[in-house]
């Protein structure tokens, strides 16, 4: 990399056009400054209410252009992002004036179905994991829509349809191969850089870029047990105390979720649905289908629903991306907290939030936690505290860019009315919108982690040059 390309002392990217051609030659990626064509699209991420400028986006195609990405930004003093599938709401993969890995073109995907492993290059997506890996009847513990990246979701935890049987997307992370703020390229697993791989495990990107995961991969489908359940959004307060307990008697096969929301009006949702206020019980068995069918028919036979979408689901992989359309082209605004137990009074005031939802893309999502997600100790991975049994996320979304401040000042005073709920506490760093004293939340999530992640943290970043993420900061 030539020595001569200069940054502004800001931080943020200062280059010629000469030093951009430069550049342009050393990397295998294209690069994007502003003004080029493609830069708009490519420095744009999932959230719309995120609207950063970077001052130069390498599209990262290998190792070699990461390394020589974080020489770039480490020699020359640049604010860097590291952009894996460019989901998080607070828009942790892009900075503006600084320099942007974008690592999306790095989205291979090698499966061992000998040894049910899953190799997958740091930009990949879940829905490009779950190609490969159902072909051969596997799985890897995701999210629950296709469009997110593994990057990101993994090394923040990662909740899906599977963590209640195999845990978070983190637990199943066998090794990675991590490039350090130094550019060197090294492996970290339970026996090699055993801290960095206990750090990676729920502390988020702050510890260098990972370029390759391997994970295990469980036995899924391709066809599962599963529910997906549309009730009138005002039968919620009824329901959720039958669907809590459920939830809780329904065995650690079951991963289940219930969900406050407006399906659209579009003509492809089944006509019962089209524009409706829902209270939605979604559930999903982890095994067998025929095994499963009769706990998952218990879910689908709550209440009197407006319509049962379950036997309209093929796959799992459909199940996957059957809300990616519905969640996509928002301007979002998210906060969680976890809750020790789901209590009557609990469920009253999630229904009066429902009921005063400020707009139909507005979510409330309550997904079962425990099982082996629990069965983890606390001190095993970064992730911190996995004893509460219930998640409250209040997912602030809008099509409509003049209703966004009015939705996140919803989702605020929500997540802190929440916290007055006896047994409420923590935060899902995945699902968190930035806002400041951001530092609280992650000193809460991380509790008696924090201290050896800052330890992590100062031996392999002491200069913080990963620090747009939810930043630990160096001793
Ligand atoms: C529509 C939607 C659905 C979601 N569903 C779920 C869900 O079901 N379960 C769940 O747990 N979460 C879910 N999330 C939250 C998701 O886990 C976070 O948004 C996560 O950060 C997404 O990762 P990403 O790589 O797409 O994001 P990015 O914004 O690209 O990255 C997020 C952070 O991770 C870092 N990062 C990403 N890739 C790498 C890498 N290879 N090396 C080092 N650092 C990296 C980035 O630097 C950044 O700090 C959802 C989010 C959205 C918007």
Redesign the pocket.
């Known amino acids: 990399m030539s020595a001569s390309v200069t940054a502004v002392p800001s931080g943020t990217v200062g280059f010629s056009d000469e030093q951009l051609a430069e550049l342009g030659m050393s990397f295998r990626g294209p690069i994007y400054a502003p003004g080029d064509p493609g830069y708009d699209e490519c420095r744009s991420?999932?959230?719309l209410a995120i609207d950063r400028h970077p001052g130069l986006i390498i599209r990262c195609s290998g190792e070699a252009d990461v390394i020589d990405g974080v020489a770039l930004a480490r020699d020359h003093g640049l604010l860097l992002?590291?952009?894996?599938?460019?989901?998080?709401?607070a828009?942790?993969?892009?900075v503006d004036g600084g320099l942007v890995l974008d690592?999306r073109d790095m989205n291979g995907v090698w499966v061992d179905p000998v040894n049910k492993t899953v190799r997958v290059q740091?930009?990949a997506?879940w829905g490009q994991v779950d190609r490969e890996a159902q072909v051969f009847g596997l799985a890897v513990p995701?999210?629950?829509?296709s469009?997110?990246?593994?990057?990101?979701?993994t090394?923040?935890?990662?909740?899906?349809w599977l963590h209640r049987k195999w845990g978070?997307?983190c637990d199943n992370l066998i090794s990675a191969q991590?490039v350090l703020a130094t550019g060197e390229l090294v492996n970290a697993n339970a026996d090699e850089h055993p801290d960095l791989f206990w750090a990676i495990r729920g502390g988020?990107?702050n510890f260098?870029?990972?370029?390759d995961f391997t994970f295990h991969a469980r036995e899924v489908g391709p066809e599962v047990a599963l529910a997906a359940v549309f009730h009138e959004a005002s039968a919620g307060a009824e329901l959720m105390p039958l669907w809590r307990d459920l939830a809780l008697r329904a065995g650690d096969d079951v991963t289940t979720r219930a969900l406050y929301w407006s399906m659209p009006p579009a003509p492809d949702l089944p006509p019962p649905v089209q524009g409706k206020d829902v209270f939605i019980v979604a559930a999903m068995y982890a095994g067998d289908k025929q095994d499963g069918q009769g706990i998952i028919d218990e879910f689908r036979s709550l209440g009197d629903p407006l319509f049962d979408m379950s036997e309209h689901v093929p796959s799992y992989r459909a199940f996957q991306a059957g809300?990616d359309p519905l969640?996509?082209n928002l301007y979002?605004y998210?906060k969680s907290t976890y809750l020790d137990e789901l209590t009557d009074d609990a469920i009253a005031f999630i229904h009066e939030r429902a009921m005063s939802r400020p707009d139909p893309s507005v979510l409330i999502h309550v997904p079962i936690m425990g099982g082996a997600t629990a069965a983890v100790p606390a001190d095993a991975t970064a992730f911190g505290d996995r004893s509460a049994p219930f998640m409250l996320s209040f997912d602030g979304g809008t099509y409509d860019r003049e209703k966004y401040d009015k939705v996140r000042r919803w989702v605020r005073e929500s997540i802190d009315a929440a916290g007055r709920i006896e047994g409420a506490g923590g935060a899902?760093l995945?699902?968190s919108g930035d806002e400041p004293g951001e530092e609280r939340v992650i000193r809460q999530q991380f509790g008696a982690n924090l201290e050896r992640l800052k330890a992590v943290k100062t031996q392999y970043d002491p200069g913080n040059l990963?620090r747009?993420?939810?930043n630990i900061t160096p001793n």
Do not use: C, K, P
């Open positions: 991420v999932e959230n992002a590291v952009r894996g599938g460019g989901h998080h709401v828009g942790h993969g892009t690592m740091g930009g997506t995701g999210g629950v829509v469009t997110t990246g593994v990057g990101g979701l090394l923040g935890g990662g909740i899906g978070l997307s991590v988020g990107g260098g870029v990972v370029v809300f969640v996509t979002s998210w899902y995945n699902f990963f747009i993420n939810n």
